[in-house]
């Protein structure tokens, strides 16, 4: 009897591996956006990286003073870039000589979960803003999501970013980018 159970366990688990932890819906990614939401607001790099995929590929173009830079990342780099990138905003906070507030908005325009429901593509853009108008990060944005054991991950994502540094003689552009 105790083998009989064993057995169902194990195949109750195989199907949530292989099947049910892979399904996804409208809801989750949603869900998603919120909790990426939440994480950005709280410049937590780490849970951010925690929604990336092992396997996920990350196409920016990033302009800023007029100039276009290309990047692709793997989750590694991404993550690297993600906490720079908070290190970098703290810096302008302490700068300036107060604590910023940090704004993030999102707005997702289409949802084309696939008929086998094991991933999203996701259109949409957001934007970063701190202080009122010091820095901020518009982005335009192509993803493609996947869950992986239950967890809602990024797997691929085409981005396009216009940086916007200035507001209130806090500082220049140049002066952002010097270091």
């Known amino acids: 009897m105790k083998q009989i159970a064993i057995v169902i366990a194990l195949c109750i688990g195989a199907w949530y591996f292989f099947i049910g932890g892979r399904k996804l819906d409208e809801h989750m990614v949603r869900d998603y956006y919120h909790q990426e939401a939440r994480a950005i607001s709280a410049n937590d790099a780490d849970r ?16 800023m003073m007029g100039k276009t830079v290309e990047t692709t990342h793997d989750r590694d780099e991404a993550c690297e870039a993600t906490r720079k ?22 707005h997702i325009d289409t949802i084309e979960v696939a ?7 996701v259109q949409g853009t957001s934007v970063l803003k701190m202080g009122e108008s010091i820095l901020q990060f518009k982005t335009s944005f192509t993803q493609r999501l996947e869950r992986e054991l239950g967890q809602m991950r990024l797997v691929h994502a085409d981005e396009a970013t216009v940086v916007r540094v200035g507001g209130r003689g806090a500082m220049s552009q140049s002066e952002f980018f010097r270091k």
């Not at 951010?48 to 302009?63: D, G, M, N, P």
């Not at 908070?86 to 300036?96: G, H, L, M, T, W």
């Open 85 to 106: 990138t908070f290190e970098k905003i703290r810096a302008i906070s302490d700068q300036v000589g107060s604590i910023l507030a940090i704004e993030y908005d999102y």
């Open 48 to 63: 951010l990286c925690k929604q990336l995929s092992r396997k996920a590929v990350i196409e920016s173009k990033t302009t």
């Open 115 to 121: 008929t086998d429901r094991r991933s999203a593509t």
